[in-house]
């Protein structure tokens, strides 16, 4: 599934590529996503113009004028690739916006668990999708005293709060794996047991680990391509996701892994308390 640096990479590749373009035509599979595409989406969208693209948490947010935004969620598998118009179109391809260039923007997901909707509303916040997210990890209202804050009154695993949506938005199963190895915490950890250093060390770790992996353009293990179809650098460079028997870059002891709500932690027992 795409995380937060995969949804960062994208969005940054296709702010060079299309804002400031017109969409002339959408067309669509007909085919249902996480939800059915509503029956007007592609007759809203056309003529609009791209203003600016967005990120929030793993969303995908085109800002368009007239005043509306197109939300973009790529689910398991979704992909998008801007492409010229005479691209071909594969099986599995669900939307294609037609742009005033010629090129196209396409939207590939042959799992169909992503999300395509169109908002009218005058600010972002108002998407009800953005209104239900807690703070960005790269934003200004996460740092360690918030984070203490959220962390001190519950009684989840560490693992399981950061993974939560709606308490810290775009966070997934490889980055916090990541994130708790550097801040040396153990992802069964009760939250209550978290002091405030350790909060503090692991809001940092959090946002170094996904700049490091947004400058890799994110993790490609399978799925994940930008929009010019190159895949992510980053799988290099991970510490201990998906490394199970193999030694600690930092203590020479072996990486164990152990399941937590139906997903796989990896971790070292020795530098993780």
């Known amino acids: 599934m795409p995380e937060m640096p995969e949804v960062e990479t994208i969005v940054r590749s296709l702010r060079r590529s299309i804002v400031g373009r017109q ?32 990120r929030r948490g ?10 509306a935004f197109c939300v973009v969620h790529l689910g398991m598998s979704g992909r998008l690739f801007h492409l010229p118009g005479t691209a071909p179109r594969p099986e599995h391809t669900h939307a294609v916006l037609r742009l005033e260039d010629a090129s196209q923007l ?18 972002i916040g108002l998407i009800p999708e953005v209104a239900a997210l807690g703070p960005d990890p790269l934003g200004r209202k996460f740092n360690g005293r918030n984070l203490s804050r ?11 709060f950061l993974l939560d949506q709606h308490k810290v ?27 405030d250093e350790e909060a503090r060390r692991l809001a940092g770790s959090i946002r170094r680990v996904l700049r490091r992996a947004i400058r890799h353009r994110g993790t490609s293990f399978s799925d994940f391509m930008g929009p010019d179809g190159k895949p992510g650098d980053h799988q290099r460079f991970l510490r201990v996701f998906q490394r199970e028997g193999e030694k600690c870059r930092r203590c020479r002891g072996t990486i164990e892994r152990l399941v937590q709500g139906g997903r796989s932690s990896f971790y070292c027992p020795r530098c993780q308390s």
């Open 23 to 54: 969409i002339v035509a959408v067309d669509l599979s007909g085919l249902p996503l996480r939800r059915p595409v509503p029956p007007a989406f592609a007759q809203q969208l056309a003529s609009r113009l791209i203003r600016a693209i967005h």
């Open 58 to 67: 793993k969303y995908i947010i085109l800002e368009l004028e007239p005043k």
């Open 106 to 123: 396409q939207y590939r997901d042959h799992r169909r668990f992503g999300l395509l909707e169109l908002y009218e509303v005058p600010r």
């Open 150 to 160: 959220g962390l001190r009154e519950c009684r989840q695993e560490i693992k399981a």
């Open 169 to 195: 938005a775009g966070l997934g199963n490889i980055y916090v794996c990541e994130a708790l190895f550097h801040a040396a915490i153990r992802p069964t950890r009760r939250c209550f047991k978290v002091c």
